[in-house]
Nanobody, 124 residues
Framework: QVQLVESGGGLVQAGGSLRLSCAAS????????MGWFRQAPGKEREFVAGIKWSGGNTYYADSVKGRFTISRDNAKNTVYLQMNSLKPEDTAVYYC?????????????????WGQGTQVTVSS
């Protein structure tokens, strides 16, 4: 059992920045893989970025590569998503997810635990 709580969403203008946080609690030892996904109204959940706790391997969707950075703080059991150069198309609810293992890092069904989501709105 793992609990994930996202925070840091908000309203920003295009070109601005936000940093999302995902605090993990419970049986965090099982959360070997962490991911950020986003979902806009009427659309499927979309992979944004992922990180492996051990080693810190990171993965990014092409749409955010070079603009977003995923990182983790082991002592705080927290994963971050630094979002720079935000675009209106980045507007979505952003979800933190965790899994003991993933075969395909961009597939939502690979992840066992999900946070409640935090809204990110980017105005033009």
């Amino acid at each position: 059992q793992v609990q994930l709580v996202e925070s840091g969403g908000g309203l920003v203008q295009a070109g601005g920045s936000l940093r999302l946080s995902c605090a993990a609690s419970g049986r965090t030892f099982s959360s070997n893989y962490m991911g950020w996904f986003r979902q806009a109204p009427g659309k499927e959940r979309e992979f944004v970025a992922g990180i492996k706790w051990s080693g810190g391997n990171t993965y990014y969707a092409d749409s955010v590569k070079g603009r977003f950075t995923i990182s983790r703080d082991n002592a705080k059991n927290t994963v971050y998503l630094q979002m720079n150069s935000l675009k209106p198309e980045d507007t979505a609810v952003y979800y933190c997810a965790a899994s003991s293992f993933v075969s395909i890092w961009y597939r939502p069904r690979e992840y066992d635990y999900w946070g409640q989501g935090t809204q990110v709105t980017v105005s033009s």
